[in-house]
């Protein structure tokens, strides 16, 4: 469903002496990698790392120097035409990519109505709210509130009724639960593993967070410093041996080393 071939992307330095300085700074290094139809895979880095990088240029936001990026086979960068593999996103601050003028009637049809245009037909706009709001566990008496009228994890769900509402084939999570508490954390997730598997979705999810790689995620890319430094299935995760997975492992096990023994104390 999506493949990457050696993606590199650099930046202009700020702040350079030069008045026409031209001198760049490497983001990505020649990352490659490729998710199955109905797979989710977790992209992990840290801060600095090239994840929000990566996801513009999955997203087609951000053309890389190199490299391209492949929906079902057809890709990104080529050419202006239409294509039919459609990826949409959920971004990790709800409060700002939802216009808190809209209601929640108003913020799904967004979706609604791109999908009108791209598929060339007219849906009953009310009938699909409603469904869209069932799948991701609300009902329609949200439809008339306002964004600060919903609470975070309520309105996170709106948001993922609206990237669903563009009918994708791909979404992909920008950190979209590190806002949350935990216990809504795990709720969102379980959402998202239902609704995964009744519209045979494939999933990005970029996360600094592990923990919820191993519970969500299928696969997980460990990004280190730009570069794709090891690919493996989450069953074996436990066998990673690039030295930054290995340290993401140890800082879970020795966390949850110490949660047991003060439960055993």
Known sequence: MIRAEHINVSFKKENQTKLFGTERQQVLHDVSFHVKEGECLGILGESGSGKS??????????????????????????????????????????????????????????????????????????KETDDLLCL??????????????????????????????????VILFDEAISSLDAHTQVQIMDLLKKVQKEKKLTYIFITHDLTSVTYLCSHVLFLYQGQAAEIRSVDTIGEAVHPYARKLLHAIFDVESMGQEEMSN
Request: charged fraction near 30%; include cysteine; aromatic fraction near 6%.
């Open 53 to 126: 990088t990566l996801g513009r240029v999955l997203c087609g936001l951000l053309k890389p120097d190199c490299g391209n990026v492949y929906l079902a086979g057809e890709p990104c960068y080529k050419g202006r035409r239409k294509r039919k593999t459609v990826l949409s996103v959920v971004f990790q601050d709800y409060t700002t990519s939802a216009n808190p003028r809209f209601t929640v009637r108003g913020l799904i049809a967004e979706g609604l109505r791109a999908r009108e245009k791209r598929e060339g037909l007219s849906l009953d706009r009310e």
């Open 136 to 169: 991701v566990g609300l009902d329609g008496s949200y439809k008339d509130r306002l964004p600060h009228e919903l609470s975070g994890g309520q309105l996170q769900r709106v948001c993922i009724a609206r990237a669903l509402a563009v009918n994708p084939s």
